[in-house]
């Protein structure tokens, strides 16, 4: 009798770890997929911007002139001007999902996504970006915003993936260093590019403030920005004065239960 009470154990044991075994390679198998969807989909929709070769070197020398000198005089000026390191090919990108609005890169990070836009906030929390079902999910608009990035607060939601992938590398904003070597984002649709100056990051709980849309400014829309500022775990020099737009990103955290770390730029238009 003791036998067989040990080996039934024993077989709930085996039964126990393989099915633990199962769901861990499952998981990982997910990753992988979605690692390599978006890793294929850069490098097939995205390329590097290229330098204009052809402007004569008289002119070339004018420009780094006129350039250093605005710079002495309004740096802030100066950075937002700069042309977007990348382009995307978003006719193909919405030939694949017409819910594509956007890309995000942030240069020297993981964080290199298409964005989408959908019916509900649920779906692309389990979905890539070609409709494929995955744990990875995709970076997505609240459903609750305008389309084309017209709001003056526009929310981004991605996983916090335990390989780094997607919106895990949000936290490290919470060091003054980290922000410092990678202050700036950049956020392309086919409509406008914009340029993204990160101004304040936090953790915060899922229904805060820090979600609050608003479709233009006003002083309700000012004091959220003094909000954030006034949170931030790093200082940024960027001047909001005469700001129109933030966009806010938004991941898990594991702080507390339900807890977020947000993160909000101010959007800067390109020509």
Same mark, same amino acid.
């Given at each position: 009798m003791r036998k067989a009470a040990a080996r039934i154990a024993m077989l709930v044991c085996v039964a126990v770890?393989?099915?633990?075994?199962?769901?861990?390679?499952?998981? @990982?198998?997910?990753?992988?997929?979605?690692?390599?969807?978006?890793t294929e989909t850069a490098a097939q929709y995205v390329q590097?911007?290229?330098?204009?070769?052809?402007?004569?070197?008289q002119q070339a020398e004018a420009a780094e002139a006129d350039t250093a000198q605005s710079s002495a005089l309004a740096p802030?000026?100066?950075?937002t001007?700069?042309?977007?390191?990348?382009?995307?090919?978003?006719?193909?990108?919405?030939?694949v999902n017409p819910e594509v609005v956007g890309w995000l890169y942030c240069?020297? #990070?993981?964080?290199?996504?298409?964005? @989408?836009?959908?019916?509900?906030?649920?779906?692309?929390?389990?979905?890539l970006y070609d409709g494929t079902y995955n744990s990875s999910g995709s970076i997505f608009v609240d459903c609750n915003n305008s389309a084309g990035f017209a709001d003056a607060n526009t929310i981004l939601y991605g996983h916090h993936m335990k390989n780094g992938s997607m919106f895990a590398g949000l936290q490290k904003f919470a060091d003054q260093t980290y922000y410092e070597e990678h202050p700036v984002m950049w956020l392309l649709t086919p409509e406008q590019d914009y340029k993204i100056l990160l101004l304040s990051g936090y953790t915060t709980s899922a229904d805060s403030?820090?979600? #609050?849309?608003?479709?233009?400014?006003?002083?309700?829309?000012?004091?959220?920005?003094?909000?954030?500022?006034?949170?931030?775990?790093?200082?940024?020099a960027v001047d909001t004065g005469g700001a129109e737009k933030l966009i806010t990103l938004s991941t898990c955290a594991y702080?507390?239960?339900?807890?977020?770390?947000? @993160?909000?730029?101010?959007?800067?238009?390109v020509e």
């Open positions: 770890f393989l099915v633990a075994a199962w769901n861990i390679a499952s998981i @990982l198998l997910a990753y992988r997929q979605g690692e390599q969807l978006y590097e911007a290229q330098e204009d070769a052809s402007e004569p070197t802030e000026t100066v950075e001007e700069a042309e977007p390191p990348i382009s995307a090919d978003f006719d193909s990108l919405q030939a240069p020297d #990070t993981a964080i290199n996504y298409p964005v @989408l836009q959908g019916t509900d906030n649920e779906y692309y929390l389990h979905h403030d820090a979600y #609050t849309i608003f479709t233009q400014p006003g002083q309700a829309w000012e004091d959220y920005l003094a909000q954030c500022l006034a949170q931030s775990d790093f200082t940024a702080s507390f239960e339900d807890a977020r770390y947000v @993160l909000h730029g101010v959007m800067v238009a």
